[in-house]
């Protein structure tokens, strides 16, 4: 028909609106694909911001005080999210009192609970019954730095630490550690990462 002819000669000159994306995506700015790139870029960061503060990071050990649970250059999973110090759990904490970077120790005691040294058998008691503690390097012979603390009430809110490696640790019985407030403490280390020959649970 004449109507039809006409039609497909006023059309046959326009440019075909494809519905296909890569046609479109062709018409786009050349800096989109770099806007899209850098805002996956800020997103991902973000959120491991968040995830490293408050979730869990990835400590990595200084000194033999935990040793032969822990050793220099070990690389820790630490929990935080959540996390509430618990009797026997390795804890890394913040003493600023004491120096600036972050501590590794094993809690003894928590709030309320009583504290007994025994030097002289190399045995810690805690409400008066004595801890079973397999993890310790070797029996504990002297007191940290010379210091003879050997009973204390551990405050509300605060904790008792000690070392694994009880001879060779600055811990809660060496008075510029002392008792810890519970509040300084950043999270529960609950894996060895690295090196590989050392990985465990805590």
């Not at 989109?32 to 400590?59: D, H």
């Not at 649970?69 to 110090?85: E, F, I, Q, R």
């Not at 390795?90 to 501590?103: A, C, G, M, N, P």
């Not at 007191?143 to 050997?150: I, K, S, V």
Request: hydrophobic share 40%.
């Amino acid at each position: 028909m004449e109507f039809d002819r006409q039609y497909e000669a006023d059309t046959a000159g326009t440019p075909e609106q494809s519905s296909q994306p890569g046609r479109r995506l062709a018409l786009e700015p050349a800096g989109s694909e770099l806007y899209q790139n850098v805002r996956m870029l800020a997103t991902v960061l973000a959120v491991l911001i968040l995830v490293f503060t408050f979730v869990g990071r990835i400590i990595v050990v200084s000194g033999p005080s935990m040793e032969n649970t822990l050793h220099n250059g070990d690389a820790m999973l630490v929990w935080s999210l959540g996390y509430t110090p618990k009797q026997g759990d390795v804890v890394v904490l913040t003493k600023r009192t004491y120096q600036e970077d972050s501590i590794v120790k094993r809690v003894i005691a928590v709030g309320g609970q009583t504290v007994d040294i025994d030097y002289a058998t190399g045995t810690v008691y805690v409400d008066g019954a004595p801890l079973t503690e397999p993890y310790t390097k070797e029996p504990m012979l002297l007191p940290a730095y010379g210091e003879g603390l050997n009973h204390i009430v551990v405050p509300e809110g605060c904790l008792f630490v000690m070392g694994d490696n009880r001879n060779q640790s600055a811990d809660s019985r060496y008075a510029p550690i002392g008792i810890v407030d519970a509040r300084c403490v950043i999270g529960r280390a609950v894996l060895v990462l690295f090196p590989f020959g050392d990985f465990q649970i805590l």
